[in-house]
Protein backbone atom coordinates (compact mmCIF):
# COMPACT_ATOMS: atom_id res chain seq x y z
CA UNK A 1 0.00 0.00 0.00
CA UNK A 2 2.10 3.10 -0.91
CA UNK A 3 2.27 6.17 1.13
CA UNK A 4 -0.87 8.65 1.48
CA UNK A 5 -3.07 5.76 1.33
CA UNK A 6 -3.40 4.30 5.01
CA UNK A 7 0.13 3.55 5.31
CA UNK A 8 0.68 2.43 9.07
CA UNK A 9 4.99 2.82 8.52
CA UNK A 10 5.93 5.53 11.40
CA UNK A 11 7.56 8.63 10.72
CA UNK A 12 11.28 8.52 10.33
CA UNK A 13 13.60 11.26 10.82
CA UNK A 14 15.49 12.70 7.56
CA UNK A 15 18.83 11.48 8.37
CA UNK A 16 20.94 13.44 6.49
CA UNK A 17 19.25 16.36 8.89
CA UNK A 18 22.13 17.29 10.88
CA UNK A 19 20.90 20.44 12.75
CA UNK A 20 17.68 22.13 13.15
CA UNK A 21 16.17 25.37 14.53
CA UNK A 22 13.04 25.91 15.00
CA UNK A 23 11.66 29.19 15.72
CA UNK A 24 14.61 30.54 17.46
CA UNK A 25 14.93 33.76 19.47
CA UNK A 26 16.87 34.81 21.92
CA UNK A 27 17.80 38.50 23.53
CA UNK A 28 20.39 39.74 26.11
CA UNK A 29 18.73 41.48 28.61
CA UNK A 30 16.35 43.92 27.02
CA UNK A 31 18.27 43.83 23.49
CA UNK A 32 16.53 41.12 20.88
CA UNK A 33 19.37 39.48 19.74
CA UNK A 34 17.67 36.85 17.13
CA UNK A 35 13.87 36.66 16.29
CA UNK A 36 11.78 33.21 14.70
CA UNK A 37 14.68 31.70 13.30
CA UNK A 38 14.45 28.76 10.74
CA UNK A 39 17.64 26.82 10.06
CA UNK A 40 18.28 23.88 8.63
CA UNK A 41 22.09 22.12 7.90
CA UNK A 42 22.27 19.02 6.21
CA UNK A 43 25.32 16.40 5.98
CA UNK A 44 27.81 17.49 3.29
CA UNK A 45 26.97 21.33 3.50
CA UNK A 46 29.54 23.83 3.45
CA UNK A 47 27.16 26.54 5.08
CA UNK A 48 28.29 30.23 5.69
CA UNK A 49 26.64 32.71 8.24
CA UNK A 50 27.21 36.07 7.14
CA UNK A 51 26.02 39.30 8.37
CA UNK A 52 26.92 42.92 9.69
CA UNK A 53 28.68 43.51 12.91
CA UNK A 54 26.23 42.59 15.72
CA UNK A 55 23.84 40.89 13.88
CA UNK A 56 23.15 37.50 16.23
CA UNK A 57 25.84 35.65 14.14
CA UNK A 58 27.87 34.14 16.96
CA UNK A 59 25.28 33.90 18.75
CA UNK A 60 23.54 31.64 16.56
CA UNK A 61 26.30 29.37 16.43
CA UNK A 62 26.33 29.20 20.11
CA UNK A 63 22.38 28.61 20.29
CA UNK A 64 23.16 25.87 17.84
CA UNK A 65 25.86 24.05 20.39
CA UNK A 66 24.10 24.73 23.28
CA UNK A 67 26.11 27.04 24.65
CA UNK A 68 23.15 29.49 25.12
CA UNK A 69 19.65 28.73 26.13
CA UNK A 70 17.02 30.37 23.60
CA UNK A 71 14.23 32.88 25.06
CA UNK A 72 11.63 30.73 22.91
CA UNK A 73 12.47 27.77 20.07
CA UNK A 74 14.57 25.23 20.01
CA UNK A 75 17.24 23.06 18.03
CA UNK A 76 17.24 19.78 17.61
CA UNK A 77 20.97 17.76 16.45
CA UNK A 78 20.58 14.84 14.55
CA UNK A 79 16.51 15.14 15.49
CA UNK A 80 17.12 14.98 18.73
CA UNK A 81 16.38 18.13 21.09
CA UNK A 82 19.54 19.71 22.19
CA UNK A 83 18.90 19.39 25.95
CA UNK A 84 18.70 15.50 25.38
CA UNK A 85 21.86 15.16 23.17
CA UNK A 86 24.85 13.52 24.50
CA UNK A 87 27.15 12.35 21.14
CA UNK A 88 28.68 15.64 21.53
CA UNK A 89 32.09 13.90 20.22
CA UNK A 90 29.92 14.33 16.75
CA UNK A 91 30.82 18.00 16.49
CA UNK A 92 33.34 19.90 16.31
CA UNK A 93 34.14 23.53 17.08
CA UNK A 94 36.66 26.13 16.87
CA UNK A 95 35.33 29.35 18.33
CA UNK A 96 36.49 32.87 17.87
CA UNK A 97 39.71 34.15 19.44
CA UNK A 98 40.23 30.36 19.50
CA UNK A 99 43.98 31.81 18.36
CA UNK A 100 44.10 34.52 21.26
CA UNK A 101 46.85 32.48 23.17
CA UNK A 102 49.70 33.92 25.37
CA UNK A 103 53.19 33.33 23.29
CA UNK A 104 54.54 31.61 26.28
CA UNK A 105 51.33 28.84 26.84
CA UNK A 106 53.64 25.98 27.63
CA UNK A 107 51.77 23.24 25.37
CA UNK A 108 53.34 21.69 22.18
CA UNK A 109 51.16 21.77 19.11
CA UNK A 110 50.90 17.88 19.61
CA UNK A 111 49.34 18.33 23.22
CA UNK A 112 46.68 20.94 21.69
CA UNK A 113 45.59 18.38 18.99
CA UNK A 114 45.42 15.50 21.54
CA UNK A 115 42.70 17.66 23.98
CA UNK A 116 40.54 17.36 20.90
CA UNK A 117 40.39 13.38 21.77
CA UNK A 118 38.74 14.35 25.28
CA UNK A 119 34.89 14.62 23.48
CA UNK A 120 35.46 10.84 22.70
CA UNK A 121 38.31 9.51 25.88
CA UNK A 122 36.74 11.69 29.04
CA UNK A 123 38.71 13.56 31.14
CA UNK A 124 40.52 10.88 32.25
CA UNK A 125 40.73 8.23 29.58
CA UNK A 126 43.91 6.89 28.64
CA UNK A 127 45.64 7.47 24.93
CA UNK A 128 45.77 4.29 23.36
CA UNK A 129 47.94 4.10 19.88
CA UNK A 130 44.52 4.74 17.78
CA UNK A 131 44.30 7.84 19.68
CA UNK A 132 47.77 8.80 18.90
CA UNK A 133 47.18 7.84 15.29
CA UNK A 134 44.11 9.98 14.87
CA UNK A 135 46.06 12.60 16.21
CA UNK A 136 48.70 12.66 13.85
CA UNK A 137 46.42 12.16 10.81
CA UNK A 138 44.79 15.49 12.44
CA UNK A 139 47.82 17.23 12.28
CA UNK A 140 49.10 16.27 8.68
CA UNK A 141 45.03 16.72 7.49
CA UNK A 142 45.91 20.51 8.14
CA UNK A 143 49.69 20.14 7.37
CA UNK A 144 50.93 20.66 10.77
CA UNK A 145 52.48 17.49 11.47
CA UNK A 146 55.65 18.99 10.87
CA UNK A 147 55.15 21.27 13.92
CA UNK A 148 54.32 19.17 16.34
CA UNK A 149 56.80 19.15 18.65
CA UNK A 150 56.86 23.10 18.62
CA UNK A 151 55.17 25.21 21.65
CA UNK A 152 51.52 26.84 20.43
CA UNK A 153 52.77 30.14 21.09
CA UNK A 154 55.87 30.44 18.50
CA UNK A 155 53.20 29.95 15.82
CA UNK A 156 51.76 32.76 13.54
CA UNK A 157 48.03 33.04 13.47
CA UNK A 158 47.07 31.18 11.02
CA UNK A 159 49.64 27.98 11.78
CA UNK A 160 47.43 28.22 15.32
CA UNK A 161 44.39 28.42 13.39
CA UNK A 162 45.08 24.74 11.80
CA UNK A 163 46.10 23.30 15.08
CA UNK A 164 42.60 24.41 16.31
CA UNK A 165 40.87 22.85 13.57
CA UNK A 166 43.55 19.62 13.84
CA UNK A 167 42.52 19.43 17.76
CA UNK A 168 38.90 19.72 15.96
CA UNK A 169 39.28 17.13 13.73
CA UNK A 170 40.67 14.65 16.54
CA UNK A 171 37.41 14.24 17.90
CA UNK A 172 36.28 12.78 14.62
CA UNK A 173 33.75 14.69 14.19
CA UNK A 174 30.70 14.60 11.62
CA UNK A 175 29.92 18.63 11.87
CA UNK A 176 32.56 21.33 12.36
CA UNK A 177 31.70 24.80 13.12
CA UNK A 178 34.40 27.67 13.01
CA UNK A 179 33.66 31.33 14.20
CA UNK A 180 35.07 34.09 12.32
CA UNK A 181 38.26 31.58 12.01
CA UNK A 182 40.54 34.17 9.30
CA UNK A 183 40.35 37.18 11.97
CA UNK A 184 44.28 38.34 12.40
CA UNK A 185 45.57 35.70 9.31
CA UNK A 186 47.00 37.21 6.34
CA UNK A 187 45.71 36.85 2.42
CA UNK A 188 47.82 33.72 1.67
CA UNK A 189 46.99 32.04 4.85
CA UNK A 190 43.76 32.62 4.57
CA UNK A 191 43.72 31.61 1.08
CA UNK A 192 45.12 28.09 2.37
CA UNK A 193 42.75 27.84 5.39
CA UNK A 194 39.57 27.86 2.76
CA UNK A 195 41.50 25.75 0.45
CA UNK A 196 41.51 23.61 3.77
CA UNK A 197 37.74 23.89 4.27
CA UNK A 198 36.71 22.75 0.93
CA UNK A 199 39.11 19.72 0.61
CA UNK A 200 37.76 18.34 4.31
CA UNK A 201 33.88 19.14 3.14
CA UNK A 202 34.96 17.47 -0.61
CA UNK A 203 36.93 14.70 0.55
CA UNK A 204 36.23 14.11 3.72
CA UNK A 205 32.66 14.58 3.52
CA UNK A 206 32.69 16.79 6.28
CA UNK A 207 29.61 19.37 7.05
CA UNK A 208 31.24 22.46 7.63
CA UNK A 209 29.69 26.08 9.33
CA UNK A 210 31.33 29.27 9.25
CA UNK A 211 30.48 32.27 10.22
CA UNK A 212 32.43 35.46 8.93
CA UNK A 213 32.23 38.68 7.67
CA UNK A 214 33.57 38.35 4.77
CA UNK A 215 31.09 38.60 2.31
CA UNK A 216 33.59 37.54 -0.54
CA UNK A 217 35.94 34.85 0.13
CA UNK A 218 32.92 33.06 1.82
CA UNK A 219 30.29 33.56 -1.08
CA UNK A 220 33.37 31.83 -3.53
CA UNK A 221 33.55 29.00 -1.38
CA UNK A 222 30.13 27.47 0.52
CA UNK A 223 27.56 25.84 -1.57
CA UNK A 224 24.79 27.42 0.98
CA UNK A 225 24.57 30.46 2.59
CA UNK A 226 22.71 32.21 5.48
CA UNK A 227 22.46 36.11 5.47
CA UNK A 228 21.29 37.16 9.39
CA UNK A 229 20.73 40.20 10.82
CA UNK A 230 18.50 39.31 13.99
CA UNK A 231 16.36 37.20 11.94
CA UNK A 232 17.48 35.70 8.32
CA UNK A 233 17.28 37.18 4.85
CA UNK A 234 18.32 34.51 2.97
CA UNK A 235 19.06 30.80 3.82
CA UNK A 236 19.24 28.48 0.50
CA UNK A 237 22.02 27.72 -2.23
CA UNK A 238 24.30 30.13 -2.92
CA UNK A 239 23.56 30.64 -6.80
CA UNK A 240 20.23 31.67 -5.73
CA UNK A 241 21.95 34.25 -3.66
CA UNK A 242 24.02 35.62 -6.44
CA UNK A 243 20.78 36.00 -8.16
CA UNK A 244 19.40 38.37 -5.73
CA UNK A 245 22.71 39.37 -4.41
CA UNK A 246 22.05 43.24 -4.25
CA UNK A 247 18.69 43.39 -3.52
CA UNK A 248 19.65 40.95 -0.18
CA UNK A 249 22.29 42.39 1.03
CA UNK A 250 20.69 46.09 0.75
CA UNK A 251 17.92 44.36 3.17
CA UNK A 252 20.39 43.00 4.83
CA UNK A 253 22.66 45.96 5.66
CA UNK A 254 19.44 48.47 5.46
CA UNK A 255 21.30 50.55 2.77
CA UNK A 256 22.64 49.63 -0.82
CA UNK A 257 26.19 47.87 -0.71
CA UNK A 258 28.51 47.37 -3.61
CA UNK A 259 30.77 44.08 -3.57
CA UNK A 260 34.11 44.70 -4.33
CA UNK A 261 36.05 41.67 -5.30
CA UNK A 262 39.65 41.05 -4.64
CA UNK A 263 42.36 39.69 -6.63
CA UNK A 264 44.46 36.73 -4.58
Known amino acids: MGAGQGST ?17 FRYGQHQTLSDIQLSIFRGDFLGII ?14 LGLLTPEQGQVLLWGEPLPQFRQWGRVGYVPQKATALN ?26 SDDRAIIEQSLATVGMDGFADR ?45 LLERLNRESAMTIVIVSHDIGAVTERVNKLVCLNRRLFFHGEVSGFKARQSEILSLLYGHPVQMVRHSH
Not at 9 to 25: F, I, K, T
Not at 165 to 170: F, G, R, S
Open 151 to 195: LIGNLSGGQQQRVFIAQALAGEPEILFLDEPTVGVDMEQEEQFYG
Open 9 to 25: EPWQPDANLLVEARNLS
Open 103 to 128: DAFPATVREVVAAGRLGRKGLFGRMN
Open 51 to 64: GPNGSGKSTLLRLL
